[in-house]
């Protein structure tokens, strides 16, 4: 085998000494075959591979470059030393000259060492290139030999089963160790007070403008009002699949526009009644020609989808809040932020003597059909003057309070109909009558026994209660009932949110 033939060279010459086919056959049709792939090939046909490249990584990768490094310094030192002697010995010459030679000896004095310094400083200019020469031998020496000794070497089986285990143990103490300093978190969180998030609104405007459609009975109308849509952020703790919230603010929004955004979000009753979820979109007010809707069934429709958003995130807000006091009332101490909050529902839901049982049996949900109802009747179906002015869906009485005065009131009466601000405030005084008021009790009474029997809370089984909301009495809860069963408003008992978190029934 021939000599200083690089490590690929040997291992050709092995694969023409063995007469390996396969290693002639790729040479033969001039294909190029990798160091790795000739290896494997020779491996495969029990042919030794040469031990050239297994020496020491020391030896190999540092003593030798760091000894021919030497070498060029020491040649340099020589050199260097051997210039400055013979300086020396001139300029000692030359002074010893100047002694003996009174006439002539102190020119040739000066002119021999203007002669020898030159000859110093150029000799001293062309060491500089050797220098770089040779330290640059030395880096790239290091390099070549350091990888490729890590390329080359090979590890040994018995150390490469140290190294796994060593690895697994560690992985193994870092697993023990987060396990055990969550559990101990945990442990800590638990005794830790409960935090109450408050909702906040920030919400951004964004400009949206919708095309108005035509009705047969009108000639051509304007073209599409621009809008502000206010987007909240979202709330934290939620699922990812949430929907964006929308408000939709006083811009006195055509019904026909209304319409067209309920298309565009695919805002249909049927899936709503088939999914149980309805989409977060609060309306601030009813639009002013709603009642110039000819389809009954269309106007109807149109009103149960602007109210059913709001009853739903009202009945969510009354849920979580029944929540939160069972676990309070379930603790055996109560933090100073948990008894402040406490005090504030006890004012809410007007509840004397802190009476926490009476507490629990004022906070409940109003069911959704029975809010419907009271809606539909008491605005007509969203059309009525105290809706259109006042946002007063469910015609709530105020005798201090800012209202609209009644047409047809008699003398003797001196009430008003409640004004509000936006829907939604109409709706959450509406829950906050019939959760308090001293005429609902009985409402109130039998909400708490089904709920005690944990059984689902419908509006049919709760409307004969009502009576004293309006003069008629029995005859008002029959209208309620029958308004109930015509339109099918049971199936959105169980309605939710789509970005509400699911919750579980709660168990008394």
Known sequence: MKKNLSYRDKLLELGRIYKISEIQNYIKRKKSLTTQQIELILKKNNVPIPKDFNVSFFKKSISNPISKAGKEVSGLYTDTTEGVEKFLKRT??????????????????????????????????????????????????AFVETFSSFYNSTIEQSQANKLVKGFGIVVCVCAIGVIFITLKQNYIDDGKPLMVQIEKEKPQKIEKQKQVKKEPEKKTQKKAEQKQVKKPEPKKEKSPSQVTELVLP????K???????????????????????????????FPKDLDEIKDTKLKKETFIKIVLPLVVAENDKILDDKIKLKKITSKKITTDKEKSWLRLK?????????????LDKRMDIIPVSIALAQAA??????????????????????????????????????????????????????????NTHKGYSEFREKRHSIRKRNKNIKGLDLTDTLDR????????????????????????????????????????
């Open 92 to 141: 000692k010459r030359d002074a010893s000259g100047l002694y003996d030679d009174t006439t002539g000896g102190v020119g040739n004095f000066f002119v021999s060492s203007w002669r020898t310094m030159g000859n110093i400083g150029i000799g001293i200019l062309n060491t500089f290139p050797k220098l770089f020469k040779t330290i640059g031998a030395f880096v790239s020496n």
């Open 250 to 253: 006083n811009l006195n929004i």
């Open 255 to 285: 019904t026909e526009t209304v319409l067209s955004l309920f298309e565009d979000v695919e805002y249909d009753l049927k899936t709503v009644r088939y999914q149980k979820k309805v989409k977060p979109i609060y309306f601030t007010q």
């Open 346 to 358: 006890l004012r809410e839901y007007k509840v004397k003597n802190s009476d926490i049982s009476e």
């Open 377 to 434: 009747k008491e605005s007509g179906w969203g059309t009525s003057r105290f809706a259109l002015e006042g946002n007063a869906i469910f015609g709530q009485w105020t005798w201090t309070g800012q209202g609209i005065e009644p047409l047809n009131k008699g003398k003797n009466e001196g009430h008003k109909i409640l004004r509000f601000p936006i829907l939604r405030a109409s709706v959450k005084a509406y829950k906050n009558n019939l």
């Open 469 to 508: 909301y309006a003069q008629t009495g029995k005859e008002y809860t029959d209208i309620l009932e029958q308004i109930i069963k015509q339109n099918n408003l049971s199936d959105f008992e169980t309605v939710q949110l789509t970005n509400s978190v699911v919750k579980k029934d709660i168990q008394l």
